[in-house]
């Protein structure tokens, strides 16, 4: 997933919210019903079980979370409006709207924005009013003008130059409003594309990634520690000392020949990398997802489709006009596969029992990072460039909650399947994405620094995607009730109408962050590295990687 939280991604930076200190638990998800219409516009062992225990382990803190003094006012539910907005049902629905922004901690511009889009439409209805009133009189005073040229046996008379006069005017009159509204409408769908997505009404309200929900934990954080023979004096290394003991770790090389923000890794890490890649795609495959090889190079037109334009333009990594373009289009280096596995079938209308359409891909993401300068310096926490295994699922309405509770847990087996602790966290209003109406954060816990970190997000976009990258379905007809008479059911059944998809993406998993987790929770006191029983057949049997001795 492309996250929009400061466009960090999965390979963000929030600060790591303790146990002690997370709000209640989850609630059930509401369903969703499907789009109306397309808008011409935007518009297994002990060790391996939830533990609190562990929660002692990754923070000293015993402070419970309040809510905030300058919270906004409640949050209206969306059951009135399920799908994402297009103008009209923004101007019908704006306190509801305008609620979820706030509730997102929008700048008072988004809030403006909002408002200018109602206010906006209202001028569309009364122009497109008045262009039609102008159309009727001009073909009233067309039909006229015939009625009096047969009157008048071809004879133009200064009442038909009268009429004609009239005629024109308000053809005139018809052409300049609709113009009015070319206009309207432009600045509506830019407008439109500012305003990020609904939310969910399960989602809580929070200020920022301390008030996140914990959902669920996985796991105990001495576990390993204990299988390992970690002692209590030992203090486990950052990942890049453990790559560096292992002879895998060449910063220095790639930053002098790439800049900051890049890492070359070799011999037995590069191999473990190359290990939890294709364990994860294995996984995937073995999910029902089809595994995809897709560009890395995409258009502006498909970065809008999955909302990283025009908003976050400064995060990504631009390809000057004079190397390529993408059909006449600006062309960048893919920040998530989302982008491109997601635009696959942007533009088509689906049937609805060939879905859920599910995904995978191994794919180098590149990220400029914009905005966090200064933050996760070291090591492979925050790079410009990643390999990440993207999990991404096109469903109907109907289907939307339940796949993005199976997609997320397909990403969890992931972690499940190395043995590493983590907790799931389902994120507040003013931490969540740009583009999700709700998601899930899984965490894995770090033990060098003693904390968990965002190892994957699983978002559910509802239709918000769809909408703007004209992405539908058609639902399956349905059969008529065989009571009916014989006559009737004979009668062919009319199609229904097609409606926006609902899209799903998340990380399963960031191959970069799992590496860490790898390096950090399976090192020994004598610098070693164990090799996960599950990654061992892709690392040719491999059970252990050596510290390299120094001369």
Same mark, same amino acid.
């Given at each position: 997933?492309?996250?929009?939280?400061?466009?960090?991604?999965?390979?963000?930076?929030?600060?790591?919210?303790?146990?002690?200190?997370?709000?209640?638990? #989850? =609630? !059930?998800? +509401?369903?969703? /019903?499907?789009? $109306? *219409?397309?808008? %011409? &516009?935007?518009?297994?062992? @002990?060790?391996?079980?939830? #533990? =609190? !225990?562990? +929660?002692?382990? /990754?923070?000293? $803190? *015993?402070?419970? %979370? &309040?809510?905030?003094?300058? @919270?906004?006012?409640?949050?209206? =539910?969306?059951?009135?409006?399920?799908?994402?907005?297009?103008?009209?049902?923004? &101007?019908?629905?704006?306190?509801?709207?305008?609620?979820?922004?706030?509730?997102?901690?929008?700048?008072?511009?988004?809030?403006?924005?909002?408002?200018?889009?109602?206010?906006?439409?209202?001028?569309?209805?009364?122009?497109?009013?008045?262009?039609?009133?102008?159309?009727?009189?001009?073909?009233?005073?067309?039909?006229?003008?015939?009625?009096?040229?047969?009157?008048?046996?071809?004879?133009?008379?200064?009442?038909?130059?009268?009429?004609?006069?009239?005629?024109?005017?308000?053809?005139?009159?018809?052409?300049?409003?609709?113009?009015?509204?070319?206009?309207?409408?432009?600045?509506?769908?830019?407008?439109?594309?500012?305003?990020?997505?609904?939310?969910?009404?399960?989602?809580?309200?929070?200020?920022?990634?301390?008030?996140?929900?914990?959902?669920?934990?996985?796991?105990?954080?001495?576990?390993?520690?204990?299988?390992?023979?970690?002692?209590?004096?030992?203090?486990?290394?950052?990942?890049?000392?453990?790559?560096?003991?292992?002879?895998?770790?060449?910063?220095?090389?790639?930053?002098?020949?790439?800049?900051?923000?890049?890492?070359?890794?070799?011999?037995?890490?590069?191999?473990?990398?190359?290990?939890?890649?294709?364990?994860?795609?294995?996984?995937?495959?073995?999910?029902?997802?089809?595994?995809?090889?897709?560009?890395?190079?995409?258009?502006?037109?498909?970065?809008?489709?999955?909302?990283?334009?025009?908003?976050?333009?400064?995060?990504?990594?631009?390809?000057?006009?004079?190397?390529?373009?993408?059909?006449?289009?600006?062309?960048?280096?893919?920040?998530?596969?989302?982008?491109?596995?997601?635009?696959?079938?942007?533009?088509?209308?689906?049937?609805?029992?060939?879905?859920?359409?599910?995904?995978?891909?191994?794919?180098?993401?590149?990220?400029?990072?914009?905005?966090?300068?200064?933050?996760?310096?070291?090591?492979?926490?925050?790079?410009?460039?990643?390999?990440?295994?993207?999990?991404?699922?096109?469903?109907?309405?109907?289907?939307?909650?339940?796949?993005?509770?199976?997609?997320?847990?397909?990403?969890?087996?992931?972690?499940?399947?190395?043995?590493?602790?983590?907790?799931?966290?389902?994120?507040?209003?003013?931490?969540?994405?740009?583009?999700?109406?709700?998601?899930?954060?899984?965490?894995?816990?770090?033990?060098?620094?003693?904390?968990?970190?965002?190892?994957?997000?699983?978002?559910?976009?509802?239709?918000?995607?769809?909408?703007?990258?004209?992405?539908?379905?058609?639902?399956?007809?349905?059969?008529?009730?065989?009571?009916?008479?014989?006559?009737?059911?004979?009668?062919?059944?009319?199609?229904?109408?097609?409606?926006?998809?609902?899209?799903?993406?998340?990380?399963?998993?960031?191959?970069?962050?799992?590496?860490?987790?790898?390096?950090?929770?399976?090192?020994?006191?004598?610098?070693?590295?164990?090799?996960?029983?599950?990654?061992?057949?892709?690392?040719?049997?491999?059970?252990?990687?050596?510290?390299?001795?120094?001369?």
């Amino acid at each position: 997933m492309f996250s929009s939280r400061g466009v960090a991604s999965a390979f963000s930076t929030r600060g790591v919210a303790t146990i002690s200190n997370l709000p209640r638990t #989850s =609630s !059930s998800l +509401s369903s969703r /019903s499907p789009s $109306s *219409s397309w808008s %011409s &516009s935007l518009f297994s062992s @002990a060790a391996d079980t939830t #533990s =609190s !225990s562990s +929660s002692s382990s /990754s923070s000293s $803190s *015993s402070s419970t %979370s &309040s809510t905030p003094s300058n @919270a906004p006012p409640p949050r209206l =539910s969306r059951a009135a409006l399920p799908n994402s907005v297009d103008a009209r049902s923004l &101007s019908d629905n704006l306190p509801i709207v305008l609620s979820h922004l706030r509730s997102r901690r929008a700048a008072p511009e988004t809030l403006a924005s909002a408002e200018q889009i109602a206010a906006l439409n209202a001028d569309r209805v009364v122009l497109i009013k008045q262009r039609d009133e102008a159309l009727q009189i001009r073909n009233e005073c067309s039909a006229a003008v015939g009625k009096l040229m047969r009157e008048s046996r071809g004879q133009e008379t200064d009442e038909i130059q009268s009429v004609k006069a009239k005629a024109s005017a308000a053809g005139d009159e018809a052409s300049e409003t609709e113009r009015r509204l070319d206009d309207i409408e432009s600045e509506m769908n830019l407008l439109l594309a500012s305003l990020p997505n609904l939310l969910d009404d399960v989602v809580p309200d929070g200020d920022d990634d301390s008030q996140n929900e914990l959902v669920s934990q996985w796991g105990d954080v001495d576990a390993l520690p204990r299988r390992l023979g970690w002692t209590p004096a030992f203090q486990p290394l950052w990942h890049d000392d453990v790559a560096a003991n292992l002879g895998g770790w060449s910063a220095e090389s790639a930053v002098a020949m790439s800049g900051a923000r890049f890492v070359s890794l070799t011999g037995p890490v590069a191999r473990l990398e190359r290990a939890i890649s294709s364990y994860f795609l294995d996984r995937a495959s073995s999910k029902g997802y089809v595994e995809v090889s897709p560009p890395l190079v995409v258009s502006r037109a498909a970065l809008e489709g999955t909302s990283q334009l025009p908003k976050f333009e400064n995060d990504l990594f631009k390809i000057t006009p004079e190397s390529h373009t993408c059909n006449g289009q600006d062309a960048f280096l893919i920040p998530t596969a989302e982008v491109p596995l997601t635009n696959m079938h942007a533009g088509q209308i689906l049937e609805e029992s060939d879905l859920p359409i599910s995904y995978c891909a191994l794919t180098p993401c590149f990220r400029a990072e914009a905005g966090s300068y200064g933050r996760d310096t070291r090591g492979l926490i925050r790079t410009h460039q990643f390999y990440k295994v993207e999990l991404v699922k096109i469903t109907s309405a109907d289907a939307s909650d339940e796949e993005h509770h199976s997609l997320t847990r397909h990403a969890e087996e992931c972690l499940e399947g190395l043995h590493i602790p983590y907790r799931k966290m389902r994120l507040c209003s003013g931490d969540i994405g740009f583009s999700a109406q709700h998601c899930y954060d899984l965490e894995a816990w770090l033990p060098s620094t003693g904390e968990y970190r965002e190892i994957s997000s699983c978002s559910n976009t509802g239709d918000f995607q769809a909408r703007r990258m004209g992405l539908r379905y058609r639902p399956n007809v349905v059969e008529e009730n065989k009571n009916k008479n014989v006559k009737k059911q004979n009668k062919k059944a009319k199609k229904p109408k097609p409606v926006f998809c609902h899209t799903i993406n998340g990380s399963g998993l960031a191959v970069g962050r799992t590496l860490v987790a790898v390096l950090e929770n399976y090192q020994t006191p004598e610098g070693d590295v164990v090799v996960p029983e599950v990654l061992r057949p892709y690392m040719g049997g491999l059970e252990i990687l050596k510290k390299v001795k120094k001369d």
